[in-house]
């Protein structure tokens, strides 16, 4: 246990903030291609399938409408200047491109958004079918409105992302079995059930270090998450409240 | 992309919000709140083999990591029955700064509805939260954020004042137009600043000061203010009516302009000490006859005892065998 | 003031005005100095008795009780030493009792208890 440290000691030097803040905002709205491109990637990684999904399942679009919808929506936030008009102190970045979203299918007519697939506009390589495959697994009517649908798959598609990536980092550092006490007890079904010494028996290690394990496997997708949400977020104040949203709290 | 099902989800989040205990002589028991920037859990000390309560700031919140650690040294200075006393503070291994204090089985105020009694039990009540309070501050320190949440009732009835997050050790000897009242110098308390330029609401909406809903100087008339609309809420659903001499004991410590509120919290509670008492409150000025009246109703039993008398040795006297 | 003390005060007041009030019956009007001293002397008695019994007894309908018991039974003992044929006693055992009735509320509901002192 670290003793009580300094006022300026405290936290260390990884939750310092930095000087300069990238953020897709920032990405989106600068000048320099490969920021936008950069900014694009990270939008369309974390809030493409929470766009599909509340297009499939709010709109009621077929998977091909949808399907269009989607890589419409993401070619035009870049292209269209979408963020330009995003505000942080009015709204948070999520509930801004969901209601950009409910414009774009209100407006679309089926026969132009045709048209317009076949001219100049890049198609972007998503994964419709697991979307799909994972609008099955959702509930029937889930409770809470289109916001509340809205959030809850932003924050799973950030958590799957980090995950994700913690899985990379881990394999790299050499730390795949932390990783995959981190799946068997907090992503896997049925991994609560068992105990430190059944799980220590089943991987070779001792108890204790099952604790160590999952303790730093858990740190590190608690700070890979503030990583990938600060990245999407307009500002300080957003990423606080986005982060109570997701951690400090009940998920919507 | 990896799919997570909702259950996954909810178990991702509570082990990322979860306290890192690895190697501490804590083990985690549950999750109790959240409360402003920190979120307090129910923890096992082996050591002492107890439970307690731990704090651990909101990874939101790292950059007021400080300011948990300040709020552990203002509480652990206060040593009062009404205040949750802090038994350990320091780092976890994940970063974050922490405080373990008592664990309080009880009920807050807000939850106990009809259960807390009559008037009499509620101003019992009342003057038992002005305590810890007054004492607070007779040790320079103000609490900000007082309200029904924030108090608990234990299970022997003992009231105590928690969450102290906003709390502001005063500097002394400030210069003030009233002699002997506290006042705050914003300058020499960054936190203030900070918590402005973060925008965070400094307190709560309801149970805030004017001064301090508009970011201005504080002093201990904010936690009177507070007060006052905690007197309110024990009794707006209190039986039998509420006596306008009580209401304005509220709405004197509520008032807009803190130079006409109760100058502080020792005074407010000599008020409704009174209001029990049936003597006399300085925020409700009565006629003499009504002062008799009461007087009268205080005493009435033996008033009447008297009259009993002196009308049968009247009437013994009047009707005697001549 | 502890509650005996208090009942002996309040006794010896209530005492007084009673003795007092015998001026208002001329056929003994020159026994007032006996009267008010025999008076006073009861009162005194009823109210060490009566503040006794709240020390012991925490009570208020026993205590008003138990005072006018006291009461009534003090001024029967006076009527009874009343000389002559006419014993006056409803004039007398009726402020009584209510004098004993009054001694005991008050040392019911006031006056200090004793401190337990631990071993």
């Known amino acids: ?252 | 992309m990896t799919f997570l099902s909702d259950s996954a989800l909810e178990r991702l989040r509570v082990a990322a919000d979860a306290p890192d205990l690895t190697g501490t002589r804590y083990h985690l028991l549950g999750k109790l709140g959240q409360g402003g920037m920190g979120g307090v859990f129910r923890v096992d000390d082996s050591t002492l083999e107890r439970e307690v309560a731990l704090k651990v700031i909101n990874v939101a919140y790292l950059d007021l990591s400080a300011r948990l650690l300040q709020e552990a040294r203002v509480i652990a200075k206060l040593e009062h029955p009404g205040i949750v006393p802090v038994h350990d503070a320091g780092m976890l291994p994940d970063g974050r700064p922490y405080y373990t204090m008592k664990l309080v089985q009880g009920k807050r105020i807000d939850e106990l509805g009809k259960d807390m009694g009559g008037i009499a039990d509620r101003l019992r009540t009342f003057l038992r939260i002005c305590e810890p309070v007054a004492f607070a501050h007779a040790h320079g320190v103000l609490h900000r954020d007082l309200k029904p949440t924030n108090i608990m009732i234990g299970p022997f009835g003992e009231v105590l004042v928690m969450d102290w997050g906003l709390s502001k050790a005063l500097a002394a000897g400030i210069d003030s137009a009233e002699s002997g009242s506290v006042a705050e110098d914003c300058a020499a308390d960054p936190a203030a600043v900070v918590a402005t330029a973060h925008g965070s609401v400094l307190g709560t909406p309801g149970y805030m000061a004017p001064e301090q809903r508009n970011g201005e100087i504080v002093d201990q008339r904010a936690d009177v203010y507070a007060l006052g609309a905690i007197l309110e809420f024990l009794l707006q659903d209190a039986q039998p009516r509420v006596p306008a001499r009580l209401a304005a004991i509220w709405r004197k410590a509520k008032a807009e302009d803190r130079d006409t509120r109760y100058a502080s919290v020792p005074d407010l509670a000599d008020d409704v000490a009174h209001f029990v008492d049936g003597l006399p409150v300085s925020a409700y000025p009565e006629s003499i006859v009504s002062r008799i009246w009461r007087w009268i109703a205080r005493n009435r039993t033996w008033i009447l005892l008297l009259l009993v008398y002196v009308v049968v040795r009247a009437l013994l006297i009047l009707f005697r065998p001549r | 003031m502890n509650k005996p003390v208090l009942g002996l005060v309040l006794g010896g007041i209530l005492g007084i005005f009673d003795g007092l009030s015998a001026w208002f019956t001329p056929a003994v009007r020159s026994q007032m100095m006996g009267i008010v001293i025999g008076s006073t002397v009861k009162g005194l008695i009823a109210g060490i008795l009566i503040g006794y019994f709240a020390r012991k007894v925490n009570s208020l309908a026993l205590g008003i009780l138990f005072g006018l018991s006291v009461g009534l039974l003090l001024a029967y003992g006076v009527c009874a030493m009343q000389p002559g044929p006419n014993h006056y006693y409803f004039e007398i055992m009726l402020p009584g009792g209510i004098v004993g009735t009054i001694i005991g509320y008050a040392t019911q509901r006031f006056g200090q208890q004793p401190r337990a002192i631990a071993d």
Not at chain 1, 35 to 48: E, G, I, K, N, T
Not at chain 1, 76 to 97: H, S, V
Request: aromatic share 10%.
């Open chain 1, 1 to 252: 246990m670290q003793a009580l440290a300094e006022d300026t000691g405290i936290g260390g030097a990884q939750h310092r903030f930095p000087q300069t803040r990238w953020s897709v905002i920032q990405g989106a709205r600068s000048s320099q291609p490969e920021q936008r491109q950069r900014a694009l990637d990270v939008l369309v990684s974390a809030y493409w399938k929470p766009v599909y999904k509340y297009i499939r399942l709010h709109w009621g679009k077929p998977d091909e409408e949808a399907k269009d919808l989607t890589q419409d929506f993401f070619t035009r936030l870049i292209e269209k200047n979408l963020l330009d008009r995003f505000d942080p102190a009015k709204a948070r970045l999520r509930t801004y491109l969901r209601v950009c979203v409910d414009g774009l299918v209100m407006n679309t007519d089926k026969a132009a958004q045709r048209q317009k697939r076949g001219g100049d506009v890049a198609v972007l390589p998503l994964d419709f079918e697991s979307a799909e495959g994972e609008l099955l697994e959702l509930p029937i009517a889930g409770p809470g409105g289109p916001e509340e649908f809205f959030a809850k798959e932003f924050a799973r598609s950030l958590f799957g992302l980090a995950v994700d990536r913690l899985q990379n980092e881990c394999q790299a550092k050499g730390k795949s079995l932390h990783f995959q006490l981190l799946e068997l007890y907090d992503i896997d079904e049925g991994g609560r059930q068992l105990t430190y010494e059944e799980v220590a028996g089943r991987f070779g290690i001792k108890p204790t270090d099952v604790t160590n394990y999952l303790a730093y496997a858990r740190r590190e997708f608690r700070r890979i998450v503030l990583e990938e949400l600060r990245d999407m977020t307009g500002s300080e104040d957003e990423f606080r409240r986005e982060a109570q949203t997701l951690l400090g709290v009940r998920l919507p």
